[in-house]
């Protein structure tokens, strides 16, 4: 059985150590310039530099976004923003589009190349394709089925990486190529800009009835017409190994630390229980769900992987997310009386019911019994984000501890 990657987005280096530390065997990151997620924080070069010595300190990969369909203007900047990888050091790169590919192989000649889901990768003579090329890895299209990809497992070459996503968000485009956010708002979503218009409220107008609008109705249930349910397959583990896939890849490089935590600490248990047993893992099923639920999440779908979706994998009446828990910030500092200190992300007050997510798969609830915040003055809440919290909260705390509290939605 080949080794199995568990695969996680970050969108900043805080978001990165938090992927490193609670479970990742590689991190997928974007820098300023040429990835996917124009408006994700994303990775100066600086950071990108120190993130990726940080993840190689713990024995995590981490790999680079290019992967934009690339235009004229593009190619001489990509070229400058490679030259400048070399110091970063990044164990592989993302790209799509074919000149970003040659620019790659010519700035970068001994650079691990991963192949984009933007590019279309639905059958086996594709995998071929950029292996004889010099790519290591192919990313699945989102459409494919399990059955498809074992076919094309049973036709590439064995030391081929398959990359597939298993959890987050499904674009309603073919592999993620998308026109409408360009036409509607000229924000291009094949260059990192796009502005979810699949998640919008549409209506008709009746051209000499201006301003009367008549709901679109996909059906009784309501308007949102291109609105995915989220793609979830914890519960398939055994399924995406035996189809031959070798890196397991959640989506989300939009979202915050606790989303990543999340996440990645479920995964990762739930694999590490089916490889050490797999009737373990399956006494385990309704613990991976209770845990996944835990994060900003939509009701979930298998999406592809066993059949074409039906009407049933959209969602009709809301475009918003449900919120298991809300975010409050991560164990990052101690003060001179040793109180543990984060960023708050989110308001909480002294006497709430707060609970911390730790790296090892405990969790712990506690009562605030006080709070101060960065100049040491008692306060009895923190309605301001990012302000620096100090807490008393009855029990030991560590630097990476998750705190978050049952209910609510998040605001950061």
């Not at 399990?146 to 590439?156: A, S």
Request: charged share 25%.
């Amino acid at each position: 059985m080949n080794k199995i990657e568990l695969l996680a987005p970050a969108s900043s280096p805080e978001v990165l150590e938090t992927a490193v530390i609670y479970g990742a065997d590689a991190v997928y990151i974007g820098g300023e310039a040429y990835s996917l997620r124009a408006r994700s924080t994303n990775f100066t070069m600086e950071q990108m530099t120190s993130s990726i010595r940080f993840a190689h300190e713990h024995g995590v990969k981490v790999y680079v976004t290019a992967n934009i369909l690339a235009h004229n203007g593009d190619l001489n900047g990509v070229r400058a923003y490679f030259e400048e990888l070399k110091t970063a050091q990044p164990d592989a790169l993302l790209i799509s589009d074919p000149g970003v590919f040659d620019i790659c192989r010519e700035v970068l000649p001994d650079m691990e190349i991963h192949i984009s889901t933007q590019a279309n990768n639905t059958n086996y003579g594709t995998f071929n394709f950029w292996h004889r090329l010099g790519a290591k890895r192919v990313v699945c299209a989102r459409e494919l089925s399990l059955r498809e990809i074992r076919t094309i497992r049973g036709n590439i070459s064995p030391d081929m990486d398959i990359e597939a996503f298993v959890h987050g968000a499904m674009c309603i485009s073919y592999s993620g190529r998308c026109l409408l956010s360009n036409y509607f708002t000229g924000r291009d979503a094949n260059r990192g800009a796009c502005t979810h218009p699949c998640r919008w409220r549409y209506a008709v107008a009746e051209e000499t009835r201006p301003g009367e609008y008549l709901p679109v109705y996909e059906n009784e249930r309501g308007t949102f017409i291109f609105n995915s349910k989220d793609l979830c397959m914890v519960e398939h583990i055994p399924d995406l190994i035996d189809a031959g896939i070798n890196s397991f890849k959640i989506e989300g490089r939009m979202k915050n630390a606790n989303y990543v935590a999340v996440t990645v600490r479920t995964y990762r248990q739930a694999i590490d229980d089916y490889l050490k047993d797999p009737a373990l893992y399956e006494r385990n099923l309704d613990h991976y769900r209770a845990e996944i639920a835990k994060c900003t999440y939509r009701p979930f779908t298998t999406g592809f992987y066993y059949g074409k979706p039906s009407q049933e994998e959209q969602i009709y009446d809301s475009n918003t997310y449900n919120t298991g828990y809300t975010f409050l910030g991560i164990i990052d500092s101690f003060n001179e009386q040793g109180l543990p200190g984060f960023l708050q992300k989110n308001k909480f007050c002294v006497g709430d019911v707060i609970e911390v997510m730790r790296p090892d798969g405990r969790d712990e609830a506690f009562t605030v019994r006080a709070m101060y915040d960065g100049e040491g003055n008692a306060i009895d809440s923190c309605p301001h984000p990012k302000q620096r919290i100090y807490i008393d909260p009855g029990i030991t705390l560590q630097a990476h501890d998750i705190l978050r509290r049952e209910g609510d939605r998040e605001e950061g």
